[in-house]
């Protein structure tokens, strides 16, 4: 026992020196302020919001294809970004250093998931590995010089990954709650309902033989219900939103959800997208993508992969051949990077 207790003191000095020194290091980035970024777009529904304006309107004039830089996630950031404006911070100057400062909180955070996740099974070693990948590379260091808020529901799907195996309807909530801030993890819904059928078979062989069907279905859709819940409860306000009928606010929200998979190929980096090359747009643009993303599910639902393992293809796939690509997109799959370090580990083979 006595030599537990200088193990567990020494790993949280290490995890104090480097989410210390890390954030020297961010705090050190100067910020972009200018307007046209997605953080000052945040801040302008925000805005819309406090003047009785439904942000999900202005889609209804789209052609479906140029961004115009419609709000096209869930109403939650934007909520936020009304309250804080709400409480005082009018300006975009002072906003804007408020949520630089939330971001930060995040991205720490982050660091701390993966440093504890990685501590308890595999080390110190892979731990200082994991959090100084995640805080030092170079897509942490531009989300968190561009202020962009996808750390928090990274934080918020890592978090649900942890509590997964232990408290399945507390790690489906959460991962709600991260769907609401940005559905781009939206990706990994099918290994979460893959992951509630094979627990039912699990728990159900060991108790009573073979496993029904039915049961299966309910647990995949009791897991599917759990994780619309957030969403779809944060959006009900912009279906009802005054002045326009229901059904027109219906479909400015429903076209607003759909729109990044309408529209025009863009990209923040010179990397064409294998679509682009052909000519394709519009959904057909995607099927790529998809394609992929099916091949990463069969890989887990036939246990070829973990739950880590998959999530870090499912977003290389997302990233690789998704006609939008921008580069927040690519801190999705910074975390889950060291994070496979987990399976290697408990040895997972190819063929576990």
Known sequence: MSTLVPRHVTAVVLLAVIVTGSLVVHVSLPTERRPGTDIYYNWVEGQNILSGQNPYARILSSDMRVNQKYPTYFPLIYYLSSLTQQLGLK????????????????????GCVIY?????????????????????NRWTLQSSQAVTYDVIPIFLLLVSLWLLPRRKLAALLI?????????????????????????????????WGE??????????????????????????????????TI????????????????????????????????GLWGATARLPTLVM??????????????????????????????????????????????????????GQSPAA
């Open 116 to 136: 504890g996740l990685l501590y308890r099974q595999s080390g110190l070693i892979a731990a200082g590995f994991g959090a100084l990948f995640w805080f030092l």
């Open 175 to 207: 991962f709600s709650l991260s769907l609401a801030f940005k559905h781009l993890g939206a990706i990994l819904v099918p290994l979460y309902l893959i992951y509630a059928w094979q627990g039912v078979e699990a728990e159900s062989r060991t108790r």
């Open 247 to 278: 059904g027109v606010n219906a479909e400015a929200f429903l076209r607003s959800m759909i729109f990044e998979v309408t529209r025009d190929a863009a990209v923040h980096l010179p990397a064409p997208s294998l679509d682009s090359l052909f």
């Open 293 to 346: 993303l099916l091949l990463v599910y069969g890989l887990y639902y036939k246990r070829k992969v973990g739950l880590f393992t998959a999530c870090l293809l499912a977003m290389a796939a997302f990233v690789d051949f998704n006609s939008v690509l921008f580069m927040q997109y690519l801190c999705w799959m910074v975390p889950f990077i060291p994070l496979v370090i987990l399976e290697v580990r408990a």
């Open 91 to 110: 300006g975009y100057p002072e906003w804007l250093a408020l949520w630089r400062i939330l971001i930060l909180a995040f991205i720490a955070a982050v």
């Open 211 to 244: 496993v029904a069907q039915k049961t299966r279905a309910w647990a995949v859709s009791q897991a599917g219900l759990v994780l619309a819940s957030i969403p779809a409860l944060i959006s009900i306000p912009f279906f009802l939103w005054p002045g326009r």
